[in-house]
């Protein structure tokens, strides 16, 4: 017995054959950069960026992810910052609507080398259905100010990844911050299927 | 079975009706099914009322967890002051995407995603305030504030305890299926035919978008090169020239979007009224079921307020 969203599902498409007239479209609205990635479902990698306390020490992220199970983990790693500055790791799944909501996190504690709140699963997702990465990468900067950022490499060939900006507000995603005095921050970042900037 | 079978086929004429030429009604009263979208919305992702008490009750079950931790490890541990990503809205924003259906305003309003500007000056506001917190920063040696770093490692709450409050599995299937109903309202012939006229006219108001959605972005570009070019030595803060260029290039923005879509609004409005009042008595079971999730929330975080008010006394409800 098909659930009731896949027979809404079937009953949409048939909606769709019976009004070949062209007078209704009634068609997926997937952002090319969703398209371009939705194949990359599961994955792992780091990238470097910022200071380094040796070239042992490199500060950077990592990012693991997985459809199967809609897990990831993410890692923001700092050594030697400068004073104010923090590392912060974004990760975001393509959708078929375009993107989900990125998940950060972000470290600006300089006793410490690492802070990896975000390591499991999306146990709601608004009704969107999640493709594949669309967006991740680290950035080195000022808290809520300028950075540099690297977005990770393993990407599809011709592809490009969703840019990271060191200039978005931690207010207004889902991120974690490990501050600089050894408090620790929470911002939900809203619902995923409203616009919220 | 039957029921959704039935459903299934209520569901469909309404669709065909919607979708095969039928006319729209272009009659109704626009800020009425606005109203009404909304309000359905909002039972599936919660008022924003409920919305504020969900942050609210997620801020007392992560800090006061780390606090408490902390506590018995040896540590003083003081949580940052609170911040209220709500304020400012009075409505959620719906799914930006079937922009046709996006509230038009002509001044810059959450509900419409172009907020950019007063959003990032309340976080600019938040950061100022700043984290002070005295049992840390009276560690004098590396090794004492590293002893604190761990324990605050090992203290974080596990993460279901305090995310997604208010949300649920029947509010995610109603969204999935509202997608699908908004989806149809958008993409009406009507509906497309004004849509598409969006891009050439915000290019003849001299501020080229796609969509509602893209031109959000574009008020978010223009913040973050500005950002960028003065550097991390002097960030962009409220008062400075280049912060009111981009406030007043959000009004414009706002202005502009609500010249170029103002007809799809009323026309994608027309279009929702049949669709709405059919999914609405489909799916009257599950979205009160959803609405009680959130009411729930809120009376959890009313009875979590004097923990609020101990772990922020700075908070003002």
Known sequence: MPSRGNLLRNLKRGATALCLSGIVVIAGSESALADCHQGVTSGSGSVTVGSACSSSLPSGGTASWNKSGLTISIVATGWCMSSNYCETTWYDWGTSSGHFDARAIRMCYRSASSYSAYNQAESTTGGRTLLGMQKWGTCYGVNNSAGTCVTSSQSISGCTLAAVNHTYPNTSTRMWVRTSTGSYQYYSGGNVSSASA | ?317
Not at chain 2, 1 to 15: P, V
Not at chain 2, 60 to 74: E, P, S
Not at chain 2, 207 to 224: T, Y
Not at chain 2, 242 to 270: I, N, P, Y
């Open chain 2, 1 to 317: 079975m039957r029921t959704t079978r039935k459903a299934g086929i209520t569901f469909l004429s309404a669709m065909l009706l919607a979708g095969c030429g039928a006319p729209l009604d272009t009659s109704v009263d626009a800020a009425a099914v606005e109203a009404d979208y909304a309000a359905t919305y909002e039972q599936m992702v919660g008022t924003i009322a409920q919305r504020r008490a969900a942050e609210q009750l997620a801020y007392v079950r992560f800090q006061g967890q780390i606090r408490d931790c902390m506590r018995k490890a040896g540590f003083n541990y003081t949580p940052p002051p609170f911040f209220q990503m709500y304020d400012g809205y009075e409505h959620m924003p719906p799914p930006a995407e079937f922009s046709a259906l996006v509230p038009v305003h002509p001044e810059p309003r959450p509900e419409t995603g172009l907020a950019v500007t007063s959003q990032r000056e309340r976080s600019r506001a938040h950061e100022a305030r700043g984290s002070a917190n005295p049992g840390f920063e009276r560690l004098k040696t590396e090794d004492e504030r590293r002893a604190y770093g761990v324990a605050g490692e090992a203290c974080q709450p596990a993460q279901g305890t305090y995310t997604n409050l208010g949300s649920s599995k029947v509010s995610d299937q109603l969204q999935e299926q509202f997608a699908t109903v908004l989806e149809s309202a958008n993409s009406r012939a009507a509906v497309k035919g004004a849509l598409d006229g969006y891009s050439a006219c915000m290019k003849s108001e001299k501020i080229p978008a796609k969509s509602v959605e893209d031109l959000r972005g574009k008020v978010m570009e223009r913040f973050n090169a500005k950002e960028s070019a003065l550097g991390a030595a002097a960030p962009l803060r409220p008062g400075k020239p280049e912060w009111a260029d981009v406030v007043q290039f959000e009004k414009q923005a706002a202005a502009a979007d609500s010249r170029c879509r103002a007809e799809a609004h009323t026309l994608g409005m027309a279009a929702l009224e049949p669709l709405l009042r059919t999914f609405k008595t489909e799916h009257a079971s599950e979205l009160k079921e959803s609405e009680a999730v959130w009411g729930s929330v809120a009376r959890e975080a009313a009875a979590a307020l004097p923990r609020l008010k101990e772990l922020d006394p700075s908070f003002q409800p």
